[in-house]
Nanobody, 124 residues
Framework: QVHLVESGGGLVLPGGSLRLSCAAS????????MGWFRRAPGKEREFVAA????????YYTDSVKGRFTISRDNAKNTVYLQMNSLKPEDTAVYYC?????????????????WGQGTQVTVSS
């Protein structure tokens, strides 16, 4: 069984930065594609960023390109989401997800495991 635990959320001023972490249990992390998604109040869950295990290729939704960076440390079984220049519209619960059986990338339905989420609030 795989468990994903997010951390690093909080309250930040517009223009500020946060780094989210997602620690994974189990021995499959190094060969798993990882993704970050978010759900804002009253909105559908949306894809934010993904990173592949094979070549560390990264993918981002347009609204975060140039501001967010996804990375991974296989030695620590951890994936990160560095978020800079945060905006109020980035306010959401952020979830990390792991895909073992499929490539997944932007498709939430192809991820096999999900974390419990961490709240990010951008407000003055």
């Amino acid at each position: 069984q795989v468990h994903l635990v997010e951390s690093g959320g909080g309250l930040v001023l517009p223009g500020g930065s946060l780094r989210l972490s997602c620690a994974a249990s189990g021995r499959t992390f190094s060969r798993a594609n990882m993704g970050w998604f978010r759900r804002a109040p009253g909105k559908e869950r949306e894809f934010v960023a993904a990173i592949r295990w094979s070549d560390s290729s990264t993918y981002y939704t347009d609204s975060v390109k140039g501001r967010f960076t996804i990375s991974r440390d296989n030695a620590k079984n951890t994936v990160y989401l560095q978020m800079n220049s945060l905006k109020p519209e980035d306010t959401a619960v952020y979830y990390c997800a792991m895909a073992i059986t499929k490539v997944a990338d932007t498709n939430a339905y192809e991820y096999d495991y999900w974390g419990q989420g961490t709240q990010v609030t951008v407000s003055s």
